[in-house]
């Protein structure tokens, strides 16, 4: 059997037979699935007072009532309706009073020296879609006007994150260059303490380096200003090599295993931000694992998919979109404790959309946590688009 839904409706009206006559007619006049339930209020006092411990669907709203008149009285029932459709009942003369009414917020108004069955359903049923669309199109604004606030910030962000970056750059390749003399004895050998100071600056700096030119990275593939210089890279041999490299400049010991398959095809793509798209992987596993980094790559249709997996606690369930928004640092349990600017993993999604790729989270992962990124691979025609 198929339950009625219940539509609530208030009618403010000082006409006892009119309230009686409007209930039989609502429900006479509604749909099959529908039941109307009318309540009555006869003053505009009352009336108020029974929107405001009511929850109604629309309320049908007399303009001459004991207490208020015309106009007045829409205008005191707006305000306390809180957005629920009125529709106004008018006499005979006062059609233009109903029109000025709607100017006011009214949903429609109805003529009581006219009123029939199919109309009083109609205007009632219409308000009630009006207003509930209306609503929906207020929130859609409302959430429109908070992404563009967001943007606007998120603007001012990269802009003034571009600008210190440029300006810190100088400075930071005269302490970089000043640190690595002390460190090679330019100025005089150094003692055990000298050279332990020297050696954390020197680990800072990089650090602060690597940051820096995050920031800058990130800066120039967003606005759209990096040029992509694309040629047909061995994948092997350089996934083979970044990989080593990143093994051996890692300060705490992890196993790092390199699996990929026989006859591995060649990639279209930029080999620097090739490099800087797995090497960012990287570090983000490496600061999360408990002592596993496992690097794969597999020819897959047209593209190459080269997979950085984990043995961490992972990343929260539902936030796999979330983890390449620039700015985003998600706390992924023990670590390194590292806090970079949040801009790795959005630098990898930049670098492999202008590649003609993609990068994803696998969220099917058991343990830890999975990324992939796929390049296309170098063809004939992959050749021909990057000239």
Known sequence: MTSLKRVSALIIDDDPEAVLLMGMRLNEACAADQRFVLEGAETLHAGLAEIARGDYDV???????????GLDTVKAVIPKAGGIPIVVLTALEDEAVGLEAIALGAQDFLNKDRLNMT????????AIERSALMRELRELEKLRAEVRE???????????LGAVSHELRSPLTVAQAAVANLAE??????????????????RNLDRLGRLVMNALDYSRLDSGRAS?????VDARRLITELASDWKRSRPKPLRVEVEMEEGLPPVRADVDHFAQ???????NAGRHAAGRVRVSARGEGGM??????????????????????????????????????GLG???CREIAALSGGRIWLDEAAEQGARFHFELPRWTAATAAAAK
């Open 304 to 341: 190459v998919r080269v997979t950085v997996e984990d043995d961490g606690p992972g990343v929260p369930s539902g936030r796999a979109e979330e983890i390449f928004a620039p700015y985003m640092q998600l706390v992924r349990g023990k670590g390194e404790g590292y806090k970079g600017t």
């Open 277 to 283: 798209l797995l090497s960012n992987l990287l570090d």
């Open 228 to 232: 992509l210089e694309f040629r047909r």
């Open 59 to 69: 309320i049908l709203l007399d303009l001459t009532l004991p207490d208020s008149r």
């Open 345 to 347: 993993l959005a630098i």
């Open 150 to 160: 967001r943007r606007k910030t998120d603007q001012f962000k990269d802009r003034l």
């Open 119 to 126: 109309l009083l359903g109609r205007a009632v049923r219409f």
């Open 185 to 202: 004895g330019l100025v005089g050998p150094l003692t055990a303490g000298q050279a332990e100071l020297v050696d954390m600056a020197s």
